[in-house]
């Protein structure tokens, strides 16, 4: 009212109505599980799924702009490369395979990036793959020792094989390419230098079968931009004054002037 915020419309099944208040504190995330928002700001992940929580759907952004509120950086999007589509809908980050030692490679069986690398540079690089396909590779060390892949085995998300060969076949993976990349990456870990793509963390030396391997697909994960605010987190319009009524729920700011959602 009159520029400022003075409450808040809600929609129930009881109706409508209008709660009064002397401040509106937005503190409802971001937008990744939004598919028309994430096409907006950046239409190469508009056909992707979304491993976020269900609630991020840029409600409070819409809200705060309908409001007046300026918006920053709103196509900072995070997209994590490796994620499992389960048939049932559910999405699986598998970012445990990554982080503790799995190679990622295409159809050929070869690898294309440091899979300790940054998010959405990984699935930039897996999107330009053929047939868009990767694939998680890794051996039964990972199975013994990390124990949120052992409930994912057990769930039935992987592929399992006695051999490299075999498992490329169930996979769709070129078994001579596969068997040819894991020699080379064997000496790597021998070395303890990726000469390929500089990882620094490879404990898997694949001596130790089975086999396991799982298709991966990118998936928006976070979003980073939002409504404009400053030092007192209070949200700012588009001419850079303060909207009375309308501060953001405190957290830390990384920069001076204005932060963002």
Same mark, same amino acid.
């Given at each position: 009212?009159?520029?400022?915020?003075?409450?808040?419309?809600?929609?129930?099944?009881?109706?409508?109505?209008?709660?009064?208040? +002397?401040?509106?504190?937005?503190?409802?995330?971001?937008?990744?599980?939004?598919?028309?928002?994430?096409?907006?700001?950046?239409?190469?992940?508009? +056909?992707?799924?979304?491993?976020?929580?269900?609630?991020?759907?840029?409600?409070?952004?819409?809200?705060?702009?309908?409001?007046?509120?300026?918006?920053? +950086?709103?196509?900072?999007?995070?997209?994590?490369?490796?994620?499992?589509?389960?048939?049932?809908?559910?999405?699986?980050?598998?970012?445990?395979?990554?982080?503790?030692?799995?190679?990622?490679?295409?159809?050929?069986?070869?690898?294309?990036?440091?899979? $300790?690398?940054?998010?959405?540079?990984?699935?930039?690089?897996?999107?330009?793959?053929?047939?868009? %396909?990767?694939?998680?590779?890794?051996?039964?060390?990972?199975?013994?020792?990390?124990?949120?892949?052992?409930?994912?085995?057990?769930?039935?998300?992987?592929?399992? %094989?006695?051999?490299? $060969? %075999?498992?490329?076949?169930?996979?769709?993976?070129?078994?001579?390419?596969?068997?040819?990349?894991?020699?080379?990456?064997?000496?790597?870990?021998?070395?303890?230098?990726?000469?390929?793509?500089?990882?620094?963390?490879?404990?898997?030396?694949?001596?130790?079968?089975?086999?396991?391997?799982?298709?991966?697909?990118?998936?928006?994960?976070?979003?980073?931009?939002?409504? %404009?605010?400053?030092?007192?987190?209070?949200?700012?319009?588009?001419?850079? $004054?303060?909207?009375?009524?309308?501060?953001?729920?405190?957290?830390?700011?990384?920069?001076?002037?204005?932060?963002?959602?």
């Amino acid at each position: 009212e009159e520029g400022a915020a003075r409450g808040v419309t809600i929609e129930s099944p009881d109706g409508t109505y209008t709660i009064h208040a +002397d401040a509106v504190v937005l503190a409802t995330g971001g937008y990744a599980n939004n598919p028309e928002m994430v096409a907006e700001y950046d239409p190469r992940w508009s +056909d992707l799924g979304c491993n976020s929580s269900p609630s991020q759907t840029g409600d409070g952004i819409l809200m705060a702009e309908k409001a007046g509120a300026a918006l920053e +950086d709103m196509g900072n999007i995070t997209i994590n490369p490796t994620v499992y589509y389960g048939e049932n809908g559910q999405l699986y980050s598998l970012t445990a395979l990554r982080t503790n030692g799995a190679i990622l490679v295409n159809s050929d069986g070869k690898r294309f990036a440091n899979e $300790e690398g940054a998010y959405t540079e990984q699935a930039e690089l897996l999107l330009q793959q053929k047939n868009q %396909a990767a694939y998680m590779v890794f051996d039964q060390t990972m199975i013994d020792t990390v124990g949120l892949v052992r409930q994912y085995e057990e769930q039935g998300l992987f592929v399992k %094989a006695d051999s490299l $060969e %075999a498992l490329a076949e169930a996979l769709g993976v070129d078994p001579a390419g596969l068997t040819a990349t894991v020699e080379v990456y064997k000496t790597y870990v021998e070395k303890g230098v990726d000469e390929a793509f500089g990882r620094s963390f490879m404990t898997i030396d694949f001596d130790n079968p089975p086999y396991y391997g799982v298709k991966v697909f990118p998936s928006v994960q976070t979003t980073s931009g939002g409504v %404009a605010i400053n030092l007192n987190a209070e949200v700012l319009g588009e001419n850079g $004054e303060t909207i009375p009524g309308l501060p953001q729920a405190p957290r830390r700011l990384t920069a001076r002037g204005r932060s963002r959602l």
